[in-house]
């Protein structure tokens, strides 16, 4: 059959509005999860991290906040601007899985002027 | 800290020839990883190798890829022969695993262009 390209899910905000990226991930042993910048050009950049014990975690305008029981992880951008434009990806690492993480597909985000 | 250190960053190549990519991990760093990204796929891992040594290489597309780390501080993922369908972005990473937490630090990549 005919091959498809990847079709990244993109999401548009206002800048100076807030964004909301999701992930679901579908290790349940998983225990670290990252979530990865990666700007046109660029290689992945890490944003913030969580373990499992937390279901929250506050950097600089990013939070990151876990739910495990339905295996779904979110990125928060507050204030969002023109630079945070980029292909965000979530990724997850299990206890019994080395040093791997299992990536996710990424969402694009668009910042509108 | 330079970073996880990539090169070439573009290569253009023909089908049928050799490419050999190149990859400085972060000082350090015990674990390297090399990844494919295409807008097919995605980010796909290739081979993984920790102090050294490949971990896992069920990534690797086929006999015509291979990759080595002779040394802590050099790694080379090589195509021989290449073939158009193997244009992507490379990306290389390291990390070290402290505590069981191991982020990736990447590259910049070397987009690789096989005509």
């Known amino acids: 059959g005919e091959s498809v390209g990847l079709h990244l899910p993109t999401l548009s905000v206002q800048e100076g509005d807030n964004s909301i990226i999701n992930c679901a991930y579908s290790?349940?042993?998983?225990?670290?999860f990252i979530w990865y910048k990666q700007e046109s050009g660029k290689g992945p950049q890490f944003i913030i991290d969580?373990?499992?014990?937390?279901d929250k975690r506050q950097g600089q305008r990013v939070t990151v906040l876990l739910n495990k029981t339905v295996k779904h992880l979110s990125l928060q951008i507050a204030a969002t601007q023109p630079g945070d434009s980029a292909v965000y990806f979530c990724a997850d690492q299990g206890a019994d899985a080395g040093n791997m993480l299992t990536f996710g597909g990424g969402t694009r985000l668009m910042v509108k002027p | 800290d330079a970073g996880v250190i990539q090169s070439p960053r573009h290569e253009v190549t023909e089908m049928g020839q050799e490419v050999t990519l190149r990859c400085k991990p972060i000082?350090?760093?015990?674990?390297l990883f090399w990844y494919r990204q295409t807008m097919m796929r995605g980010l796909e891992l290739l081979i993984y190798?920790?102090?050294?040594?490949?971990?896992?290489d069920s990534g690797m597309p086929e006999d015509r890829f291979s990759a080595k780390m002779p040394n802590a501080s050099f790694s080379t993922l090589k195509i021989q022969p290449s073939e158009p369908r193997d244009s992507a972005v490379y990306f290389c990473?390291?990390?070290?695993?402290?505590?069981?937490?191991?982020?990736?630090?990447f590259g910049p990549g070397t987009r690789l262009t096989v005509t």
């Open positions: 290790n349940s042993a998983s225990d670290y």
């Open positions: 190798f920790n102090n050294n040594v490949p971990i896992d």
């Open positions: 969580i373990r499992s014990n937390m």
């Open positions: 990473a390291s990390s070290t695993r402290l505590g069981g937490l191991s982020e990736q630090y």
């Open positions: 000082s350090g760093h015990n674990s």
